[in-house]
């Protein structure tokens, strides 16, 4: 070539390099620009930082670097479609043809589309290429479900956020964050994992283990074979030996650090049979302090021949359920194996038993048995400076709070782990070496297994570590903050892989997939979505399998903690991230998912064939969220008398014709059932035949109210009024910290005590009660005891829709509780039932107290009525009867904050019969009025009949009540 044309070619390149430049110049401003103004409707993002943009004209391909709000978002193929065609667009035409890569937080972004929702092919360097084969840890032997595209046989590790720890700088236990909005997050974010979550994994076939104390139960009893007679009775019967290992036994009331009460005692150990009858047996029977829900916690050793099925039987209130216990795996520790209802005292009805029978040749271990959770027993302080003065003389002292309330490492020496667990870092420091036992506690049972093979353990296959906090950070405006899920992929801890080889983008996945449902999910309460971060944090880096944190919402934002303390936004939410699990373990596995049943409705009992049999009837509710959500079967649970409920009868259609005897009271509660699990129960409705019946009561529940304490919200304040009303939880709560002391906005966002929220402690580590659903027994109870009067219930909902005929009952019974919403069709229902004739019982705390209610003459006669609000009132008087009612938070009872004043209008020439106060509380003001009439005959009570304290009072009111109406 010349050198005209050589130099013509040179100034030709450069001509398309300037151009290309400048095209590329062009091509990054619009990208930037895309960048800046980048969001998403489902996510909160902050903004998109545009990194470098590379033309790449040596491999001839395109490259984007994007960082901040932009990496944090979780990824779907729609919005990549979208994220890659918007930034295509931006490209030259003469760059048209190289390939487009947009890039961030080291991955290109098709890449972190979570296998869960890809269209496309799933990354299987992110799925278990070994699984585990073997029996699972704990199987409950009774249950009729059948999860096989639930979460039968996995393993799963879960952790309630922190808990209170000694704090050796203040020489105090203290907690883990501030005191506000009358919570604290070591209190607040196990109210949704222990009263939803977990059940909802277990329901769906989970074993599921908490390295922090999950029974809300401040009793505690331990039976050991070291101390046979001690709270109860250990009893062996056949030949037992002792193991050569070491194994529990309760020493001391107080454990120092270095002491292990795993290593105090002894452990026994008998050879099996493969036949029917056992040959030796154990049983461990508690002395139970007072009726209750306790957990059950057994032990046992790990020996070279030990069995995967080992049959534990917990006898509760007389009920008989059997467990089999994989003893290959998880030894020196607390198992858990259910939570039971048990009887005050020592008795056969309410104990443990182990037996030798097994499918194995081998041998079957034993140690302790747990009855509940107790009060911490770990001493922490400040030694004296002679250090040889012994422990005792030391300024030790123990947190003084149930150990549900105790931060995990406490829980990790209670439970026997090494001090690698609990005090890893070896210091005084609690609070590092809390979050270190949180995920250490997982490995060291975990190790061994096909999923963490490379490190000693106890062999429990964990899969997935999760940890829930409340912590999500918070608006100083007061805006809602709402979720944050976090996780560690990167490769600058473990090569950004799990012990088992796996890429830590499963991780990742987990994170994504539990954002993204929550999206969908969580519509109707416009809740809000923020980021996935993959950062470094103890529990997403140190945990051997795949593991997040998940930031449900913010204790600190008012905004959040409206949503948080209502019920039913937990179930809801809560219900998406186990929808999220069940949808990511089938993804790790290749497998096939379905979703539990939601629970059923419109629930009803009536009595036919002069009384023999309970007709049970209910329906199946529809999940327009989720469409593999189809009941396939039911459960039908029964309780007789004061005993437990049974382990279920299987029902494959909507109704059930349940046996009576006369004379005993029935209580029934239905669950729905598919193959990937059992649904939340249903009300508890109740029924009984009289020896002698002279006529038939019907006790409607309509006491479905479920919320949150009693909001205040105005220009200048803002916070929660316990006092006014705590609200009515599902079942149990302790999320509460103590009262609202500060309500000025004008400090919103700080933790001092001039705080917006800033909250008191007298309430730390109590338990409030809220709606059981189970009351109907309560009122029939009293009726039953008359002997001459069945009784059968049903839900409103099933009066509304007319499955009820109440006009072929004797007298009915509405039972309103702290109900506030009232429905004026019952009304209508209620009029037209006494009309003709009919008898008829109403309380609740809020009757007539509200505008849409309207109890006028034609319905309960005329009255006045007054909303009491002193708390100091809780005496009620009359009819013979002197009784109290729970007005306060208590673990017993739901709180009744307002009482109504009844008092009886003069009588109109019309009445046709005589209204009269029947009760009055402490005040000397009318608590209830009766009618007597030859029309009909009504009782109208301001107050719950199942919030009165003394159970022979609320019997004998019952019984006053159905004899004066049914006379």
């Not at 980048?38 to 391909?61: F, G, I, N």
């Not at 210091?427 to 590092?432: A, E, K, V």
């Not at 301001?942 to 009540?961: K, V």
Request: proline share 5%; hydrophobic share 35%; aromatic share 12%.
């Amino acid at each position: 070539m010349s050198r005209a044309n050589m130099n013509k070619t040179i100034l030709i390149a450069i001509m398309l390099f300037v151009i290309s430049s400048a095209k590329a110049q062009t091509m990054r401003e619009r990208v930037l620009n895309y960048l800046d103004n980048y969001t998403r409707s489902e996510t909160l993002l902050k903004r998109s930082k545009l990194d470098s943009l590379v033309v790449d004209t040596a491999h001839q391909d395109i490259r984007v670097y994007v960082s901040g709000g932009f990496m944090e978002q979780f990824f779907t193929d729609a919005v990549v479609e979208t994220v890659y065609d918007s930034i295509r667009s931006f490209v030259p035409d003469s760059l048209a043809n190289y390939p487009l890569t947009v890039i961030t937080d080291r991955q290109p972004i098709e890449q972190l589309v979570p296998n869960t929702i890809r269209k496309g092919a799933i990354d299987r360097e992110r799925i278990w290429q070994s699984e585990y084969k073997g029996q699972p840890w704990v199987r409950n032997a009774n249950t009729p479900l059948s999860a096989t595209k639930g979460l039968e046989g996995n393993h799963i590790a879960l952790c309630h956020s922190h808990g209170t720890y000694w704090k050796q700088e203040k020489n105090a236990w203290t907690w883990q964050r501030p005191h506000l909005f009358c919570t604290t997050e070591d209190l607040f974010s196990q109210t949704f994992v222990i009263p939803y979550i977990i059940p909802m994994l277990e329901n769906a076939g989970a074993v599921v283990y908490t390295p922090r104390e999950r029974n809300w139960q401040n009793n505690e009893v331990v039976i050991d074979n070291d101390a046979p007679e001690k709270d109860g009775l250990y009893k062996e019967e056949g030949r037992w030996h002792t193991c050569d290992s070491a194994g529990f036994a309760h020493l001391k009331d107080a454990y120092y650090m270095g002491d292990h009460p795993f290593s105090d005692g002894t452990a026994r150990y008998t050879h099996t049979t493969t036949g029917t009858h056992p040959h030796a047996t154990i049983s461990w029977m508690p002395d139970i302090p007072e009726d209750g829900e306790y957990a059950v916690y057994i032990s046992y050793q790990t020996l070279p021949n030990s069995i995967d099925d080992a049959l534990y039987t917990v006898v509760h209130r007389g009920v008989r359920t059997e467990f089999k216990v994989n003893q290959q795996m998880g030894d020196g520790t607390w198992v858990y194996l259910g939570t039971f209802q048990f009887a005050k005292g020592k008795s056969a009805a309410n104990q443990v038993e182990l037996s030798n029978v097994s499918s194995h040749e081998g041998v079957v271990t034993a140690d302790a048995v747990r009855f509940g959770s107790g009060i911490g027993n770990i001493a922490r302080g400040k030694a004296p400076a002679d250090a040889s003065k012994a422990p005792d003389l030391f300024s030790f002292t123990t947190s003084g709070k149930p150990r549900w309330a105790e931060a995990a490492l406490y829980y990790a020496q209670w439970a026997g782990m090494p001090d690698s667990v609990y005090n890893h870092f070896k210091s005084d420091n609690d609070y590092n070496n809390d979050m270190w036992a949180r995920c250490e506690s997982v490995t060291t049972l975990g190790g061994g297994s096909p999923y963490i093979p490379n490190r000693p353990g106890r062999h429990v296959p964990f899969e997935l570590s999760m940890a829930f906090h409340t912590d999500a950070g918070f608006s100083r405006t007061g805006d809602l903050t709402g979720t944050l899920a976090i996780c560690t992929a990167l490769p600058d801890f473990y090569d950004a892989k799990t012990n088992a080889g796996i890429s830590r983008l499963a991780s990742y996945d987990l994170a994504s997939t539990i954002q993204y449902n929550l999206t969908n999910d969580m519509k109707s309460w416009n809740w809000r979505v923020r980021q996935v971060w993959n950062r470094n944090y103890c529990e997403t880096r140190e945990p051997q399998v795949p593991s997040i944190i998940l930031e449900m919402l913010s204790h600190q934002s008012f905004d959040d903690l409206c949503f948080g303390y209502d019920p039913r936004f937990k179930f809801d939410f809560c219900r998406s991230v186990y929808k999220s699990v069940v949808k990511y373990i089938a993804t790790m596995h290749q497998r096939p998912y379905v979703i539990q049943p939601l629970p059923v409705h419109n629930f009803a009992i009536t009595l036919n064939d002069q009384d023999r049999w309970a007709n049970l009837t209910w329906e199946a509710t529809i999940d327009t969220l989720e469409p593999t959500a189809v009941p396939k079967r039911y459960i039908v649970y029964t309780r007789i008398d004061d005993g437990d409920f049974d382990n279920g009868t299987l029902i494959d259609g909507t109704s059930y014709l349940a046996p009576l005897e006369k004379g005993r009271l029935y209580s029934f509660r239905v669950a729905a059932m598919n193959d990937g699990g059992i649904s939340f129960p249903s009300e508890v409705l109740s029924a009984y035949a009289a020896p002698q019946n002279t006529g038939t009561v019907l006790i409607v529940n309509a006491f479905t109210r479920l919320e949150g304490p009693a909001k205040i919200s105005t220009e200048k304040d803002q916070g929660f009024d316990l006092d006014a009303d705590p609200g009515v939880p599902y079942g149990k709560f302790a999320g509460f910290c103590g009262r609202q002391l500060t309500f000025d906005k004008t400090n919103m966002g700080s933790e001092l005590t001039t705080g917006t929220g800033y909250s008191g402690s007298e309430l730390e580590g109590t338990i409030m009660m809220g709606n059981t659903f189970d009351y109907t027994a309560l009122h029939g109870r009293g009726i039953s005891q008359l002997r001459n009067h069945s009784f059968c219930s049903c839900s409103e909902e099933a009066l509304l829709s007319n499955v009820i005929v109440p006009k072929e009952y004797a007298m009915i019974d509405v039972i309103y509780g702290v109900q506030k919403e009232f429905n004026p069709e019952t009304d209508r229902i209620l009029r037209a039932y006494i009309q003709q004739g009919g008898r008829l019982l109403v309380s609740g705390a809020n009757l007539g107290a509200n505008s849409s209610r309207n109890f006028n003459s034609s319905i309960l006669q005329s009255f006045n009525s007054s909303v009491l609000t002193d708390k100091s009132i809780i005496g009620v008087n009359g009819s013979n009867l002197d009784f109290t009612i729970y007005r306060e938070m208590n673990p017993y009872s739901y709180a009744v904050p307002n009482i109504t004043s009844i008092t009886p209008l003069p009588q109109s020439e019309e009445s046709k019969g005589t209204t009269f106060a029947m009760l009055q509380y402490s005040n000397n003001l009318p608590a209830g009025i009766a009618y007597d009439g030859i029309d009909y005959k009504s009782v109208i009570l301001g107050f719950p009949i199942e919030s009165i304290r003394e159970d022979d009072q609320r019997n004998g009111l019952m019984r006053a009540i159905t004899n004066f109406l049914c006379k």
